[in-house]
């Protein structure tokens, strides 16, 4: 593809060139804004030595299985497992022009290397060596690896590159993952829907996710709720509780003894406890605290926060640190003035630096915190839902370097005829960073989180009250709460984790990663398994469904969760990629083997639809509608288009209804004889066998209309403009 680098500046075809892929259009506008690259050509930036291009997310995707055999465009058991031995890629038809343009750039010899400057992450890994692979580009590659896009540290990144090969192993980790999300994604899915005829996504990290919300409302849904009773014991300017009490009898008899009767301390414990400042934002921790307090999901916290990032005003989000390295120390300071100059959060706080400063424990990046950008920025021009986000990370940060705030805490036990109880008092002596957690809270319009501890009075062992009064408390046993997607966030991250607790140095477990939950979230609610009420993840009759007929194999949680743990051994060299694949191969196989027959469940996903036949294009069910006659698989992504409209032209022209019974016939045999045809040329009838001219078995494009064609016999009696048999 010409970009006009040759022809409309020959310095451009004389110079050798650095070509930067970055992963979106705006980020790559502000790499070239930092090395002057001003010049704008078709699909890039060119000027001082660099030529800037980029991608729109993913422009080299896996290739759909009928790219590997076209009877996989029809999903039948009989073709499981899918294993692909030659792995295929595709290009989407809206991104084709761009990756025209990269693949210009690459071939020509205006550019003597590449610079890899995606996200700086697995999956911006995987971005570019896939666009660089399918370019089939040999050329030298350098990584630039930012945990921000300010200028200042955009200009050090490229100060400081480094080999691509030295990423290899974290390209390795991405293919891996996204391979296997496609075998156990493609093989799974088809064989589950086939079984119950209907469509059934399941994935290696969404179904394991979606059996723990089965579960919980299982747990919910089966609990028994036991009544337990206590005595309150009432002191007069102070209260104090008995032990729990299964049988209110037993509550009643200790009531009536201690009613009116002499209590005495028995012992007094004083003690001042810190409750130490929470750690920085790693995108967890983030999105937990967003649904929380704001209601976000964790799809939409992640947007806001990579906006942000993009605008220049946080740092890297996908990160799963809660610390920064030992080279910004020097920097959290001037951070802390310019929120105090743009938030209303606290006055001049001490600041405890090393609190949030670990390099060990930091790996790719460093924990999301707000950059000096903030200085200048127009906050009030942000949308609401990036202001809230930019005001969560910047409290943090003055949290995360505040005091500890301090509290009394006093613990008394009481005797009173023989029988204890027990009463606690707290209060305040230092509010430390909750001071600023609060003021925050108060912003954002939130109930205050802490209640106000209660103050006991001055008590010393052996005082003694007269006629303390009784009174028997009823109370129940809670059951498990639903999950919100701040608690299922948190259960996806420590899945799999109690297992390996007491390993030393075990890869850290967890469904999916920072980078990738939201979507797995927003997947399941997508595909009709979960639905949200309110801030609760509730699973859908489906999703039940679902969850009870799939093997333990697929829906493990923490087997998904070693898999997830094995990635980050290959990312860090612990573990061959091809060990990871062979056991995802096989986990593949054994899961087809034993599931090639539904045992139990047909029923469980039967609609109410009569199903008419078979889709030729997808396999799913065809349902009869008011129009149509449509395939059940028109949600999916893509969706299949395949329909049989009733008012077709093609026979109302011949003055015919497509019926149930001719739409089934042809859904069943491709083909079906009919009688009595009207042509339009000659005002006569005649008889001819309908074929349905789609895809494959029946031939045809699989466009976006269904086409029919028409046969003739060799015994007609006549042709009336090769249109059919004549009758008379």
Known sequence: MDTGLSQSNNAYSLTPHKLVIAEKPSVAQSIAKVLGATDRKEGCLVGNGYIVSWCFGHLVEFAPADAYDPRYGKWTVEDLPIMPENWQYTVSSDKAKQLKVLSGLMAGSTVDSLICATDAGREGELIFRLVVGHCGCKKPAQRLWIS???????????????????????????????RADWLVGINATRLFSVLYRTTLNVGRVQTPTLAMLVQREAEIATFTKNSFYTVELDCGNFKAIGDRMA??????????????????????????????????????????????????????????????????????????????????????????????????????????????????????????????????????????????????VAARLLCAVGKPQITAETAVTLDCKGHFFTAKGKTVTFPGWKAVEQKHLSTLKQKQEDEPGRMLPPLAEGQSFENSSTTVREGFTSPPKHFTEDTLLSAMENAGAEEFAEIPDAERKGLGTPATRAGIIEKIVKTGFVERNNKQLLPTQKGVSLIGVLPELIKSPSLTAEW????????????????????????????????????????????????????????????????????????DTPPCGFALWKNDRFFSAKKKELTKKIAATLLKDGRVNMTDLYSEKTGKSYDAVVLLADTNPHGGNGGKYVNFKLEFSDKSLGKWNGEGNARK
Request: aromatic residues 6%.
């Open 148 to 178: 921000s896009m300010e200028e200042s540290v955009i200009a050090k990144g490229f100060q400081n590159l480094k080999p691509d090969s030295e990423y290899d192993r974290l390209y390795d980790a991405a293919l891996c993952r996204a």
């Open 564 to 635: 997830e743990a094995k990635l980050k051994q290959v990312e860090h060299g612990k573990l061959a990629a091809s060990g990871f694949m062979d056991g995802i191969v096989e986990m593949t196989g054994d899961l087809i083997k034993s599931s090639v027959t539904p045992e139990r469940g047909q029923n469980l996903f039967q609609t109410d639809k009569e199903v008419i036949g078979i889709c030729p294009r997808c396999g799913k069910p065809v349902y009869e509608g008011k129009k149509s006659f449509y395939c059940s698989g028109y949600k």
């Open 247 to 392: 049988e209110k009898q037993a509550a009643e008899m200790i009531c009536t003894a201690c009613n009116g009767g002499t209590t005495t301390v028995k012992t007094v414990i004083r003690q001042e406890k810190a409750a130490q400042p929470p750690k920085l934002y790693d995108l967890t921790a983030l999105q937990r605290d967003a649904n929380r307090i704001l209601g976000y999901t964790a799809q939409q916290t992640l947007d806001y926060t990579q906006s942000l990032y993009e605008k220049k005003l946080v740092t890297y989000p996908r990160t799963d640190s809660r610390y920064l390295t030992d080279d910004m120390e020097n920097i959290v300071s001037g951070l802390v003035k310019t929120i105090l100059s743009a938030f209303p959060f606290a006055e001049n706080p001490p600041v405890n630096a090393a609190r949030v400063i670990d390099s060990s424990k930091v790996s790719d990046h460093h924990a999301i915190i707000p950059t000096r950008e903030l200085a200048g920025a127009d906050l009030c021009a942000l949308p609401n839902g990036e202001r809230n986000i930019m005001s969560l």
